[in-house]
């Protein structure tokens, strides 16, 4: 018998991925894990646990752990500029490679966005290199939600900043006009 509806042989197909999602603020015991997700993830640069943990601890509310069944599935690091603190800097957005394609990267950035103690966020920034098509996406579907008004700009230059040790990182602006829409 051949059957059209996969999710009858594997029904987690038909599951929303969503409900599964647990979202907090890290802690420091989430500091070793977050290392060894963004280790998980390239291209994104692996900086030093002592890095993420205090991305865990001292900027806990600007950070948004996602867990699935126990296991850390996603991890956004963030802080507010603090020259701008109504700009969210977004650092670093991992997401386990078993828990792509099922919309978590969004789903973290919505549940940062909402977060009260970011009420006054107007506009959200990051820097991407040109590969990485992931972030590019994310940050897109973020620009239009919000009317399409990013800019783009080069940040720090592979030559000049870098002295070629690193591909340029351009610097994505979106001021937000709304909160994200859960599910878009």
């Not at 867990?67 to 802080?79: K, M, P, Q, V, W």
Request: proline share 6%; hydrophobic share 35%.
């Amino acid at each position: 018998m051949i059957t059209a509806a996969p999710w009858v042989m594997y029904p987690e197909i038909g599951e929303d991925p969503i409900k599964q999602w647990v979202f907090s603020e890290p802690t420091a015991e989430d500091g070793d894990d977050v290392y060894s997700l963004i280790a998980s993830c390239p291209p994104l640069d692996v900086n030093s646990s002592y890095c993420n943990f205090l991305q865990s601890t001292h900027f806990s509310q600007t950070c948004v752990i996602a867990r699935c069944e126990g296991n850390i599935a996603g991890f956004i690091s963030g802080y507010r500029k603090p020259d701008e603190p109504n700009t969210l800097f977004v650092w670093q957005v991992a997401v386990a490679p078993r828990y792509r394609g099922k919309g978590l990267a969004y789903s973290m950035l919505e549940e940062l966005l909402n977060r009260e103690v970011l009420k006054d966020v107007d506009s959200v920034e990051t820097t991407i290199t040109e590969e990485n098509d992931a972030s590019w996406a994310l940050f897109k579907k973020l620009d239009k939600c919000n009317g399409e008004r990013g800019e783009v700009s080069t940040f720090l230059d592979e030559k000049t900043h870098f002295k070629g040790k690193h591909d340029t990182e351009y610097l994505y602006q979106i001021p937000l006009i709304q909160l994200p829409q859960k599910g878009i």
